[in-house]
């Protein structure tokens, strides 16, 4: 389940629709996909493979050109200056898909009235 959180105003969007209609005025599609089920220990060409459907039709419908499995654990080796990478901002050269299997993420989003150098876009599903 997606939550956004708007500090600004206090408040935090939630229910797949709402966030589905307020992520739209950024630019940003949401949208589940049905759950395959895949043992936690599948191997990245084992995950790209049992997703292979929802993302080669993503690709097509936002210009996407690749995908890849990010499997971040507690146990991950060097985790803390992995994560420590991503304390600061930083951008991508092309819009990404981000298919969340299980646990969370936390991603930033600078709102239209914030200027900012450059403008992406992500679609999560």
Same mark, same amino acid.
């Given at each position: 389940?997606?939550?956004?959180?708007?500090?600004? *105003?206090?408040?935090?969007? *939630?229910?797949? @629709?709402?966030?589905?209609?307020? /992520?739209?005025?950024? %630019?940003?599609?949401?949208?589940?996909?049905?759950?395959?089920? !895949?043992? @936690?220990?599948?191997?990245?060409?084992?995950? !790209?493979?049992?997703?292979?459907?929802?993302? *080669? *039709? /993503?690709?097509?419908? %936002?210009?996407?050109?690749?995908?890849?499995?990010?499997?971040?654990?507690?146990?991950?080796?060097?985790?803390?200056?992995?994560?420590?990478? &991503?304390?600061?901002?930083?951008?991508?050269?092309?819009?990404?898909?981000?298919?969340? /299997?299980?646990?969370?993420?936390? &991603?930033?989003?600078?709102?239209?009235?914030?200027?900012? @150098?450059?403008?992406?876009?992500?679609?999560?599903?």
């Amino acid at each position: 389940m997606a939550l956004v959180k708007i500090p600004a *105003e206090s408040r935090t969007v *939630e229910g797949e @629709s709402n966030v589905r209609e307020y /992520l739209s005025g950024a %630019g940003i599609d949401y949208q589940v996909v049905p759950t395959i089920p !895949l043992p @936690s220990s599948a191997p990245a060409s084992e995950v !790209l493979a049992g997703y292979a459907g929802a993302i *080669e *039709e /993503l690709k097509a419908r %936002g210009g996407y050109t690749t995908a890849d499995v990010i499997d971040v654990k507690a146990e991950t080796p060097g985790l803390d200056a992995m994560l420590a990478r &991503f304390n600061s901002e930083h951008w991508h050269d092309e819009d990404e898909v981000r298919l969340i /299997l299980e646990g969370r993420g936390l &991603f930033h989003i600078h709102p239209a009235s914030v200027p900012c @150098s450059r403008s992406k876009s992500s679609q999560a599903i």
